[in-house]
C-alpha cells in the first residue's frame, strides 16, 4: 500500500467520522430554525393588522412629505407588505402570488411617477 493509499483511506475515515458528527447537529439546528419560523409566523398572524397598519401610517407619512409625488409607488408598498404579511402569517397561495407579483411592480411605478421641480427652482424650457 502506497502513501497515497493510506492518505486517501485516512481522509475517507476522517470525512466518515465527521459525517457522522456533524449529523446530529444538523438535525438539532434544523428543528431550531423550524421553531423560530413557526414563532415568526404566529407573531406575524397575531399582529398582522398592526403591522398594516403602521407601514399604512408610514407611507402617508411619506406620501404627505412629498406632497403627493410618489403616491403610486406607496401605494405599492402598501399593497406588497400587505401581501407579504398575509403570506408569512400563512394566508392562501394567493397571497403569496399577488405578493410576487406586485413585487415586480414597484420599480415601475417609481419610473412612472413624473419627476418634480423644486419649488424654489425653475422649470426647464
Known amino acids: ?4 493509499d493510506k492518505i486517501l483511506g485516512k481522509t475517507k475515515d476522517t470525512a466518515r ?7 446530529p447537529m444538523a438535525e438539532k439546528a434544523g428543528a431550531a430554525v423550524g421553531g423560530a419560523v413557526d414563532k415568526a409566523r404566529s ?3 397575531d399582529h ?4 398594516k397598519g403602521a407601514v399604512d401610517r ?10 403627493g409625488r410618489i403616491t403610486g409607488a406607496l401605494d405599492k408598498v402598501d399593497s406588497v407588505t400587505g401581501s407579504a404579511v398575509d403570506a408569512v402569517a400563512g394566508a392562501p397561495a394567493e397571497a403569496a402570488e399577488a405578493q410576487t407579483a406586485a413585487a415586480e411592480e414597484p420599480a415601475a411605478a417609481v419610473a412612472e411617477e413624473p419627476a418634480a421641480q423644486p419649488a424654489d427652482s425653475p422649470a426647464s424650457p
Open 17 to 23: 467520522e465527521i459525517g457522522e458528527k456533524a449529523a
Open 58 to 67: 408610514a407611507t402617508d407619512f411619506v406620501d404627505d412629505k412629498t406632497g
Open 1 to 4: 500500500m502506497g502513501l497515497l
Open 48 to 51: 398582522a393588522d398592526d403591522v
Open 43 to 45: 407573531s406575524v398572524a
